[in-house]
């Protein structure tokens, strides 16, 4: 009798989208997202960042795109920020923790190349365990109408540790 599970979880790598990445990706995010994608607003953000190819994660089983983390570099009050997303996991892969190794390996990278913060539009239920909160957002002027209760900012490296910080000294 055998004991492997009927469907075997498939074996991870995390890797940063490379450009012949994008036709698969861009299929992912329309499935995930459908025709209204394009009317987020965090589709606002994308009109004039740059992507950041070098941070975004794709996380693969073999050739399969089982989901992924884009990022673009953006300033808030003039200072520089990585922005994140779209995000999307293959709806048949979800509840694996997938998205959240994808999130963890997307600020690692951001954190590496010297960003201090990581900017997302979505909600503090799920991102609130990953390190992101609406309290840091709070001030962060979005192009276009927006949530503000779902604009969440997640403090990197040393700016976090000072992020929890309290007291005048
Ligand atoms: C959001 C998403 C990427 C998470 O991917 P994932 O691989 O399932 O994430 P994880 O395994 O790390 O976490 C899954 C858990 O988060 C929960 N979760 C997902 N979205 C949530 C949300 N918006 N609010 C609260 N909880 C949420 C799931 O119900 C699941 O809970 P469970 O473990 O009790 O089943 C995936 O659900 C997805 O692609 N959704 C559609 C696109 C989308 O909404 N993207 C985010 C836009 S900001």
Partial sequence: MSLEPATPTPLLTLE??????AHLAEALIDRAFGPGRFTKAS?????FAAFAPELSMCAWAGERLLGLARMWRIRVGGQPAAFLGPFAVEEGERS????ARLIARACEAAEAAGETHVVLVGDEAYFGRLGFAAELGRRVIMPGPVDQRRVLVRALGRS???????GPR
């Fill in 43 to 47: 589709e606002r953000v994308r009109e």
């Fill in 96 to 99: 694996a923790g997938f998205g």
């Fill in 16 to 21: 940063p989208e490379r450009p012949r990445d």
């Fill in 160 to 166: 976090a540790a000072l992020a929890g910080a309290v």
